[in-house]
């Protein structure tokens, strides 16, 4: 606007200077015109033109001031203009000062909007979770129902003990009379021997022998009712106490998981405070890797890398090794029973743990851990709590107000020693898992899905392969936006062991655990061991996997051998006559065990593999079988034993457990002391 204004003051200036110029030409030719034609021309007409001239100069006059006039109002305008300019200007400046608060309200308006919709969808799973509170409530009502059955069932069992007290008076009674019988029926004998000579006494005697016939017949007709009833109430008995010892457990079960659930819940409104709170803009935690704590070396490796490399490679030295070690620590163990662990461990691929069952005090825990320590490999122990009821209780779980990974030792050491995934991880080392206790909780829990993993497994070439081994790598569950997903693959490096007591405290292991383990029942000893070791003290060296894996024997090296094949279909026709037949999978393992058992001098190598996995892998699952209807089958296995394989200890002990098993009717493997 001042430009257009500044343009019209110059054309008005320009066009003066013009007028100013045309009238000095006018006048200069006047005055020629004047000084030539002055005599020729009259005064009037001179005068004439002058008025004319003059009255042009008062026109241009006239126009000259308004000409000033609108020159005037046009520095105004331009002073108006600079006025408007500047606070444009202004405007400007404090538009851009203000573009970035306007951002930030905007990116206040974007979070919020986020943590709202965040905070409805933890609501919905707030209520999601307080309905499956509900719903535990009435459960534990429905408990609390079972608790006064269980208090009923007592009284019931006291009034059933009274009268099996009762009948065990009657049956003394009984068998005082069967004495009486068995005294009137030698009575008997010794009056017909003399028949002959009391001729005139028969009549007499008949009539009092058919008397006391009568008399036995009626007495053992009596015990004979007297024992049915004996059984019925013995059966009864039995299975109260079964009745029982199931609701006690389920009442168990159904505490634990309302603790549970309450946990959870507390969890639950703790992250939900926490997104609360990053709404408001308050940092949950520090912002540093999540997996840091995973990425820590766990002690038990760090002191496996410290270890001298082992010189030996041949598999007999290393296991007469181990006995060494056994004797440091005072801990003895049947040379059977070293060999059957040693040979569980190393068919980790097809059979994927050992489990050492019985009663608490036989050696379970030592054997896996002075086995680890003699033969060089790295042991971690992890205790099973009551509580466990899913993977993360093994593995840990994502912390969501401290914002990182919690991992177990356990999962510290899987990662350490994953060579497909961590750039860092050890190399060339074995290490032993032993979950002490495994049965504290429900194994199929916290384990089923561990176990799967290592069923899905890749043969060891194959490991690399990324495709192949997906199935088998445990994914950490991390929430979106904290890092790439972290998987951990549990190799061959690795072996896994367990430990069960039998009691009232413990879970019974489901048929997929015995499935995929190698069982080894410790059984009651027979004489109680000083246990005293010596002062020596043996440097423990690292066993290469390198020379583990040479140990390991593949399965064709027994596949054709007609001893294996017999004896393993014989197992399988004796299974499915017991109602319990075993597939291909297990048949395989069995073999695979075989195929792996050491050479060992003096030894019947075949006879005692194969006497291990009937002792190992079926009489496991003849659990809860009818011994009266299976009474045939079960004297085979025993003659299968003791004559095909010679094992008469474990013969014995399947008859011993036989004739345990007889006041309930039903077999349970009580294990074999060697």
Known sequence: MLTENLALVFAIGGILAILTIIHFILAWRHDHAVSIAGPLEALHAIEARVNAKREDLKDLDEDLKKRQAALENLAKVGADVEELQRRRDELLAEWSSLEEKREEVRAVRAETEQAVVEKQAKESELAAKQAELEEVRERLEKAEQLVGRIDALKTEKEVLATEVDELRD??????????????LDARVHELE???????????????????????????????ADVSAERSNLAGEIAASTSELRQLQKETESLSDRRVTLEARLAHLEAEIAAKAGQATGKSPGAADDPLRELKEMPPVLRTMREWDESAVFVEAEALKKVEKHFAIHGLEYHPRILRAFHTAMKVNESTQMAVLAGISGTGKSQLPRVYSEGMGIGFLQVPVQPRWDSPQDLMGFYNYIEGRYR??????????????????????????????????????????????RLESRPR??????????KDAEIELELPSGKGDTCRIFPGYNLLFAGTMNEDESTQSLSDKVVDRANVLRFSAPKTIKSGQGSDAHAKTEALSQRVWQKWVKPVSLVEKEAKVTDSVDRMVDLMRDFKRPIGHRLGRAIKAYVANYPEIEGS??????IADQVEMRLLPKLRGVEIEQASTTFDELRSFVDRDLGDNLLADAIGDALQAAEATGQFVWTGVTR
Do not use: C, H, I
């Open 407 to 452: 991992p177990t030792d356990m999962a510290k050491a899987l990662w350490a020693l994953d060579e497909q995934n961590n750039a860092e991880a050890v190399k060339d080392r074995m290490m032993m898992v032993l979950l002490d206790e495994m049965n504290l909780a429900r194994v199929e829990y916290y384990f089923s899905d561990f176990l799967s």
């Open 460 to 469: 060891r070439e194959l490991a690399g392969d990324k495709s192949r081994r």
């Open 604 to 609: 019947n190598r075949l006879n005692e593999a």
């Open 170 to 183: 009657k049956l003394r009674e009984l068998q005082e009379a069967e004495a009486r019988v068995a005294a």
């Open 193 to 223: 021997a003399n028949n002959a000579r009391l001729e005139g006494q028969v009549s007499a005697k008949e009539g009092q022998l058919d008397e006391l016939r009568a008399e036995v017949a009626t007495e053992r007709r009596a015990l």
